[in-house]
């Protein structure tokens, strides 16, 4: 038993741990509530104008039209996975590449104190996916050799 296992095999008994993943895992859901909901139905984002870079970016997303849809239909269906304990694995894996691209969007075009929001995000989603390790390994052994 590798000293990860021996970790995650301790963690998984305390009591604490298990409210705080529950408490992950319904902030996670109910981070992307809202702005899923609001792609889904084909609404915009923002109000800002497209004179700002932010504005221009989230317009631009808004015109691709059914792929904006396609957006707020992958996080409305993520954020409710996610509350499922069956299904907290797979949603976990799906949450990953939304969260790491909403990350580095909100880097790259200099959010004011969201890249702190978006970072805690994608640190809350790679707990989430520790929190299953065992299941990770299965799909993932090479990673997770000695």
Known sequence: MTYLEKFHGKLFQIQLF??????????????????????????????????????????????????????????LLVAVLILIPKTTFIASILYLPIIINIFFITISMDFSGTPFITGLMLLANMYLLFWQY?????????VFEN
Do not use: H
Request: aromatic content about 22%; charged content about 15%.
């Open 18 to 75: 298990k409210w705080f993943t529950w408490a992950v895992r319904i902030l996670l859901a109910l981070a992307f509530l809202p702005s899923g909901y609001t792609k889904l139905t084909g609404n915009r984002f923002t109000l800002l104008d497209i004179d700002n870079p932010v504005g221009f970016f989230f317009e631009a997303m808004y015109r691709t039209g059914w792929y904006w849809n396609f957006l707020g239909f992958m996080q």
């Open 134 to 142: 065992p299941k990770l390994k299965r799909i993932a052994p090479i």
